[in-house]
Structure formats: structure tokens, C-alpha cells
């Protein structure tokens, strides 16, 4: 009978992993603190105002937060991988668990998973903690779209979190992934501005916070947007796949 690919005790160790590594358990815990605290300090500063909320989306808004929560989502996934390919980590891995199959995929639940958990206590927060500051601009919970968006939030960071992981495999350095993602999702849209109607659109954090999103300006309906953000996730997992399956540890 063949073992499963996912089994509690690769699973747990991977935990552990995580765990140990101070500066990849703050990078996980700051997801979820990034997403809530930066929100609510917007909220705070900006809910009195006579404009309302950030941008032109209400909704969208509600979730502001999650743009920095991105940034150390990228950390947590680029941190969590990159940390096999140093000190000769990969081949103490390998030696406890020789199937690469079953590490690789292990290793890339456990981070989505707890990404996916960070990121959805962040983006609960960030929405009831900062439509309290909001007063009568304030969107109440249940409202049009919110559970969709709080739900997408957490995916959002979680596809986030992946789409670093797997780069992290093909590049074994979060210091060079970082390098390249952070200006790649700050950068790039402020340069295609508003060239939502071409393939700006299908940009990663474009595409993915379109779950978040009350109505989308781009055509992009939000379950497809958040499609369109696995779709990057899992050509960038892949990738790692095969550089893990084909390198020496």
C-alpha cells in the first residue's frame, strides 16, 4: 500500500521548521499584524474625513492593509523555502524524508495553510477594526460582498505566500525573490497606471484583489481575479517543483 503524499508527521515537522526560525515565524505572524494594524491606523487617521474612504472602491478599501500584508507574505513564503537551501538544511530534509514529492508538497501546505490562517485573522480584523473608526462611511458586516472579501483575503495573501515559495525553490534566495516581487507588484502597476483594459490586469495583485473588490473596473469578476492569482501561484510552484526534483541537495 503507497504512503500518502501528505502525511501529520512531514507535516508537523515542517511546523517545527517554521517555528524555529524567528525570522520566518515573525514575517507569518506579521501578515496577519501588517494587514489589521495598518488598516486600522488608516482608518483611524482618515475616518473622519468628509471623503470617505481610500480610492473608489468602499469595499476595497476595507482592506488597504492587505497591501502591506503582502509584502511580509512574500517574506513568510520566500523565508520559509529558501531556509532548505542553506547550511546543507535540503539534505537533512531529504535524509528524514527521502521523497522529494512528499517534502515539497508538505512544505508548500504548510506554508499556504498557515498563510491562508494568518491572512484570514488579519483580513477579519482589518475589516471590523476598521469600519469601527469609519463611522457613517463605515460598511457593516454582512453587508454586499464583505464575507467574499474576507474570505478572499486570506486567499489572497495565501496565493501571495506561494507564488514567493515557489520562486524561493527555483532561486534559493528569498533576498533575490524579494528583490524581484516587491517592486514587481509596487512598481509595475504604478508604471501601466490605468491600462486595466490590457494585460496590466492579469498582473498578479491586480488580478487577486479583485475578490476584494465591490465591483471590478477591468472586467475581471472576482472569483476569476482570484483565479487568475492561482494561476501565477501554481506556474511558480511548479517551477520550484521541478528545480527541487532536478537539483543536487
Not at 482592506?63 to 531556509?83: D, E, L, R
Not at 539534505?91 to 527521502?98: G, M, N, Y
Not at 508538505?106 to 491572512?119: D, E, H, P
Not at 487577486?208 to 506556474?235: F, H, K, N
Request: hydrophobic residues 55%; charged residues 10%.
Amino acid at each position: 500500500m503507497s504512503t500518502p503524499l501528505l502525511t501529520v508527521p512531514v507535516l508537523h515537522s515542517e511546523w517545527i521548521k517554521i517555528r524555529s526560525l524567528r525570522g520566518t515565524l515573525a514575517a507569518l505572524v506579521a501578515v496577519c499584524v501588517a494587514t489589521a494594524g495598518i488598516q486600522m491606523l488608516t482608518a483611524a487617521l482618515t475616518g473622519g474625513a468628509e471623503s470617505g474612504p481610500i480610492g473608489d472602491d468602499p469595499l476595497l478599501a476595507a482592506f488597504y492593509g492587505a497591501n502591506f500584508g503582502t509584502i511580509a507574505a512574500f517574506a513568510f513564503g520566500a523565508t520559509a523555502m529558501s531556509s532548505e537551501f542553506h547550511n546543507g538544511a535540503l539534505r537533512t530534509s531529504l535524509t528524514a524524508v527521502p521523497s522529494r514529492a512528499r517534502f515539497y508538497l508538505s512544505k508548500i501546505a504548510m506554508v499556504g495553510g498557515l498563510a491562508f490562517l494568518s491572512g484570514e485573522v488579519g483580513g477579519l480584523s482589518a475589516f471590523v477594526g476598521g469600519q469601527a473608526f469609519m463611522g457613517r462611511s463605515a460598511l457593516e458586516l454582512g453587508g454586499e460582498g464583505t464575507y467574499r472579501a474576507i474570505l478572499g483575503c486570506g486567499l489572497y495573501l495565501a496565493l501571495m505566500t506561494l507564488l514567493a515559495a515557489g520562486l524561493a525553490a527555483v532561486l534559493r534566495s528569498a533576498t533575490v525573490v524579494l528583490s524581484l516581487l516587491i517592486p514587481f507588484v509596487l512598481l509595475v502597476p504604478f508604471v501601466l497606471g490605468s491600462a486595466s483594459e490590457g494585460a496590466a490586469r492579469f498582473l498578479p495583485d491586480r488580478a487577486g484583489q479583485a475578490v476584494m473588490r465591490m465591483e471590478s473596473p477591468d472586467g475581471l469578476g472576482p472569483w476569476t481575479g482570484i483565479g487568475v492569482l492561482a494561476l501565477w501561484a501554481l506556474v511558480s510552484v511548479a517551477g520550484g517543483w521541478l528545480a527541487v526534483r532536478r537539483r543536487d541537495a
